[in-house]
């Protein structure tokens, strides 16, 4: 799970664990209370910020310290903002730390630490992780429990890397490793889950790319040449709540349609993006960022497909319907205009292949100036066209609800005649 030197202590502690649903928390909390009942030892607990450590990794009733720790063995704890300590009778001191700001572990000598959900963002977690090393170089066994979903995020896969090469040599006849990986399923912990949860999380994400990261505890690995990188989609706020969004100044809906509609035909895939500024802007970034509302793919014939058009249209109070018109597709819009005379539609046309048309989507992505709004299974799809898209012509499946988003974010932020509403599609004129 994460280096030791020696090894000793809880072997079953790991840097790749299974989500919450597996127990992961409660892991590392029993660990700890391994731990500290050695007497006078210093122990850090750190999370994302302060009040998760104190909320979380204290004071949650389940997996929580102060619920595993025998109340007998507590002297006293402070349950402060920024102060959250917890003194055992022998000496032990459990000090909480907030990852936000990595400075605070200066000056402190540990034995042990552990960090909760160590998927937080790649300069913040690697910072945190260095600087709890140096608190315990003095430390006669010093020993990280790292309890985390297993995200693609750089300072994951590295030592998830360190640790599968280590066993490797090791089983070759090499030295023990110093970081061992646990890994589990949700299943593993069947008999502290709600059935209807469980239930429910295995119906919505049970087979998706979502699914074997946050149920099945993998580690997704980057496709070879795919445009979008996993650590695209873990960045800090990445995902919003919808009252998180700012006011978006323009929302459009991007439109993939297929040009049939028998069982085997291609989806027409739908995309709602907006265009805003962020309430507050990292490091004085003030360009506008891109919001995903919505993202799903139907089989559609193509009267039902401008219905479904126009119908997000009005649902999301957007200013315009982009419809890519290649494969004969430019009769769309008149029959979006018989569905719905109101509803305004931009006509667009690739004149480049797909992997051309998406690299530009995909360095928005890469310049974290992409959000997707609300709850993660709604994008679960749309993601796993992104990480697997790699553009290899005729050979790989169209990706209709990427090159719908595509559309979109053309739209937005690629095609100064559509940001300005100017160009070729008259439609547009006089239609708000």
């Known amino acids: 799970m994460a280096p030791s030197e020696p090894r000793s202590g809880c072997g079953r502690c790991g840097c790749c664990s299974p989500v919450e649903a597996g127990g992961k928390t409660r892991t590392a909390a029993e660990s700890v209370r391994e731990w500290a009942a050695t007497p006078n030892q210093q122990i850090a607990v750190i999370a994302k910020n302060a009040t998760l450590v104190r909320d979380i990794c204290f004071l949650s009733p389940k997996p929580g310290l102060l619920s595993v720790i025998p109340p007998e063995d507590i002297l006293r704890f402070n349950s402060s903002l920024g102060d959250t300590t917890l003194w055992l009778k022998n000496g032990t001191m459990i000090r909480g730390f907030g990852a936000e700001t990595p400075d605070n572990l200066r000056g402190w000598a540990f034995d042990k630490g552990w960090c909760d959900e160590f998927g937080w963002s790649r300069h913040t977690a690697q910072e945190v992780y260095d600087m709890l090393w140096f608190c315990l170089r003095e430390a006669d066994s010093p020993q990280v429990i790292l309890s985390t979903t297993p995200k693609p995020l750089p300072h994951v896969k590295k030592l998830v890397e360190r640790g599968t090469a280590q066993e490797k040599r090791h089983r070759e006849g090499g030295p023990p490793p110093r970081v061992l990986l646990t890994r589990g399923h949700m299943s593993d912990n069947d008999a502290n889950l709600s ?124 200013d315009c319907v982009v419809i890519e018109a290649n494969n004969g597709g430019e009769y769309l819009p008149a029959l979006l205009e018989q569905v719905d005379p109101r509803v305004p539609w931009r006509i667009v046309h690739a004149t480049r292949g797909k992997r051309a048309r998406a690299a530009p989507a995909a360095q928005l992505y890469e310049q974290a100036r992409v959000h997707h709004v609300g709850p993660p299974r709604g994008f679960a799809a749309l993601e796993e066209q992104m990480l697997t898209f790699v553009g290899l012509g005729e050979t790989e499946d169209s990706p209709d609800l990427l090159d719908s988003a595509v559309w979109a974010l053309w739209d937005l932020f690629l095609d100064v005649p559509g940001r300005l509403n100017q160009g070729d599609d008259r439609r547009l004129d006089g239609r708000r």
Do not use: C
């Open 195 to 318: 059935m209807a949860a469980r239930e429910e999380l295995e119906e919505e994400y049970a087979g998706t790319r979502l699914g074997r990261q946050e149920l099945s505890g993998e580690l997704l690995e980057d496709v070879e040449g795919a445009l979008w990188a996993g650590w695209m989609l873990e960045v800090e706020g990445f995902r919003l709540p919808r009252e998180h969004a700012p006011h978006l100044d323009r929302i459009v809906i991007g439109v993939d349609p297929a040009t049939k509609s028998h069982e085997k035909a291609d989806l027409t895939g739908f995309t709602v993006a907006g265009r805003g500024t962020p309430y507050v802007s990292a490091y004085g970034d003030n360009r506008p960022r891109g919001y995903v509302l919505h993202a799903e793919e139907k089989r559609l014939t193509p009267t039902a497909a401008m219905r479904r058009a126009a119908a997000l249209h009005h649902e999301h109070k957007a």
